[in-house]
């Protein structure tokens, strides 16, 4: 492209292809030439402004100075070589312009710059660069301050489990962070190689070194005799050249995450010992007393907390101590799992539900300056962005860092892997989970349907000088999860939409929920419909009373799943008697909350004298109706066998019908 007025030209390239053809570049001049005389006398009289505006408009386009120069005015064609243009054709004819221009704005959608085949496999042979003395860069665009999304990074030290927060070990399995030997002597080396390389790094940036440092330097650096080299020619020192003196690939060492033994289980298995559950063991690493001291400084400082509270389970996941941890300090609730409610409630009704709850509940901190409610889904990112950007702008206004807390299992760390998978999501990817590929889907941090997989703080480094950290989640009183195995867990933890059922129930009747609960009917009452929200998994089964006792002692484990086999111990039962004011039929009167299960709605005319059945020490409770209008969509009826859900059409038009619970 050229620019030119008068006798300056600014020149960059030539546009299109070279044109090599002696007639074709004679005819270009002349036209050139032509083109000048005719601008000459259209600005003749007016070269002052014009070459002012001129000069304006390619200091916009990038010119300065230093890219023009004076020439003949009649003949400056002359004065270049077809050799002095640059040239971004192509000799294959069906490279035009057009198609170049296709492939770049392809290439800005996507996020990624085309090369070829060729070059791709040039580029993807790392021992061939490594033999050329090329070394991979930890931060390839230092202190560039380019405008870029978000990219939040996890925070990682040689000696700790990235994915649980506990310390490595190699000296007890029954422990958390237990490595096998030889794997734990690798961390150690590669402690090492990161203690020295922030060393450098202080080096480097002329950093003043502590006392602390200075002693570590000496250690790393020697083995007992002192070198007299001096601080300030440290940064000269070669990490490389360290490693391989340790016998250490940085490369290979570094390039698999490295997760301690429990954590392997969970992500690969979804299994752990009973040693290592918390709220199952003795193990002073995950008491509760210990989890909480873990979090008690946050009042002390400023912080902006996230509490991450379950809609599902709500009553199971709000933590009665959340006042106490939070202080004064803003408080954003974070209501999770949104995705698997059924997607016609209305989302200020539902913030307007969990603040009225939190009231009731008599959870104060939510008023707090800055508080919030948002809710979110951890899982696919609704409300996430929000969420971040939420408590990032109350972070920045009191210099603060951000820590998300909440009751164990409400979806903390499946919040933290989200927010580091961003960095890399440029497209919405489905992968089908077979054996072989689990390592493929799962993230930086461990997540299980288990409670307390979570045992120290994670940090993620936000960006300008802010961290977002993941906390040990507390155990709620109360709450049927602790009771169950990983594998019931999997059953009774929902993984997709819920799909609610209605039951008419009598007097004299029940609906057993799995062999977890039951629900009757009792006294001189009319029937009411139940409508259950529970995880889709469940089997629901309604009977009669008289015979309830005897059918879940034939049936559990078989008809009715959850516990998906017979206990040595069967559980002690307890019995809740609730009296309901019916609002009419049009709506639900109340919900009745089975804590860590699900809840009923109950809808009907008159009193509903309710007997809700549930292992001792399970929380049973009465609350305003999240979801009062779906009860007539979701009605079902009892062929005998099954509950089988109201007929509707799918996608075709053709009718179905959806049994409750597996198959």
């Known amino acids: 492209m050229r620019l030119y007025h008068g006798t300056r030209i600014f020149s960059t390239a030539k546009d299109g292809s070279p044109e090599n053809d002696e007639e074709e570049n004679m005819k270009r001049k002349k036209e050139g030439a032509k083109q000048y005389q005719i601008q000459k006398a259209a600005l003749e009289g007016r070269g002052e402004e014009l070459s002012t505006a001129f000069a304006e408009l390619a200091n916009k386009e990038g010119f300065d100075e230093s890219t023009s120069f004076y020439a003949e005015e009649d003949d400056f064609e002359d004065d270049f070589d077809e050799d002095d243009f640059i040239d971004f054709g192509s000799e294959n004819p069906e490279d035009d312009m057009d198609r170049r221009i296709a492939a770049a704005q392809s290439d800005v959608s996507r996020g990624k710059v085309s090369v070829s085949n060729e070059l791709e496999d040039f580029s993807s042979r790392e021992d061939e660069f490594r033999k050329l003395g090329f070394k991979h860069e930890v931060n390839p665009f230092g202190n560039d301050e380019t405008p870029r999304r978000d990219e939040f990074r996890l925070v990682t030290d040689a000696m700790i489990c990235s994915a649980c927060g506990s310390d490595f070990q190699c000296s007890n399995e029954t422990r958390p962070g237990y490595l096998p030997e030889e794997k734990f002597n690798i961390q150690v080396k590669l402690s090492k190689i990161e203690e020295l390389q922030n060393l450098q790094k202080k080096a480097s940036e002329n950093a003043e070194w502590s006392p602390e440092d200075e002693i570590e330097y000496l250690i790393q650096t020697s083995d007992g005799d002192v070198d007299s080299k001096e601080f300030d020619e440290f940064a000269e020192i070669d990490i490389d050249k360290v490693a391989e003196d340790m016998g250490l690939d940085i490369v290979k060492a570094t390039k698999k995450k490295m997760i301690c033994k429990r954590c392997h289980g969970l992500q690969n298995f979804g299994k752990v010992d009973t040693a290592l559950r918390p709220g199952w063991t003795d193990e002073p690493l ?114 603060t860092d951000v820590f998300v807390v909440g009751a164990a299992n409400a979806g903390k760390s499946t919040l933290i892997n989200y927010v580091l998978e961003r960095n890399s999501r440029k497209e919405p990817t489905r992968v089908k989970r077979r054996a072989g590929n689990a390592n493929a889907i799962k993230g930086a941090v461990t997540v299980s349907p288990l409670p307390g997989t979570t045992l120290k703080f994670i940090k993620v480094d936000l960006g300008e000088e802010k961290s977002l950290y993941d906390t040990p989640g507390l155990l709620v009183p109360g709450t049927l999860t602790q009771l169950l195995t990983p594998e019931e867990l999997k059953v009774v933890v929902p993984k997709k939409k819920v799909e609610p059922i209605t039951f008419r129930v009598a007097s004299g009747k029940c609906v057993l929920v799995g062999g977890l609960a039951r629900i009757e009917v009792i006294g001189d009452t009319k029937p009411f419909l139940f409508t259950f929200f529970v995880a889709n998994d469940i089997k629901l089964h309604p009977t009669s009373s008289a015979n309830a006792d005897t059918f879940i002692e034939t049936h559990t484990g078989g008809l009715l799943t959850p516990p998906l086999q017979k206990r040595e111990e069967n559980f002690e039962w307890e019995h809740h008697d609730v009296e309901i004011e019916g609002a009419g039929w049009k709506e639900a009167a109340a919900d009745v909350v089975l804590c860590g299960l699900g809840w009923v709605a109950v809808t009907g005319a008159g009193v509903a004298r309710i007997r809700i059945t549930v292992p001792k020490g399970i929380i049973v409770s009465v609350r305003p109706p999240l979801m009062p209008f779906d009860v007539w969509e979701v009605a079902s009826r009892y062929t005998g066998g099954r509950a089988v859900r109201k007929v509707s059409r799918n996608k075709s038009g053709s009718k179905r019908r959806r049994g409750v619970g597996r198959n």
């Open 286 to 399: 995950m008491s509760q007393s210990r989890f909480r001291a873990l979090l008690a400084p946050l009042r002390e400082k400023p912080s902006v907390i996230i509490a991450l509270v379950d809609l599902f389970d709500f009553a199971g996941s709000v933590l009665p101590e959340l006042d106490a941890i939070a202080g004064d300090n803003p408080v954003i609730i974070a209501a999770n799992k949104v995705d698997l409610l059924p997607s016609k409630m209305g989302q200020h009704r539902a913030e307007n539900w969990v603040r009225r709850e939190l009231e009731y509940m008599g959870i104060k901190s939510i008023a707090n300056v800055g508080g919030a409610v948002r809710l979110v889904s951890c899982k696919t990112g609704f409300g996430i962005a929000g969420l971040l950007s939420k408590a990032r702008q109350v972070a920045e206004e009191i210099d």
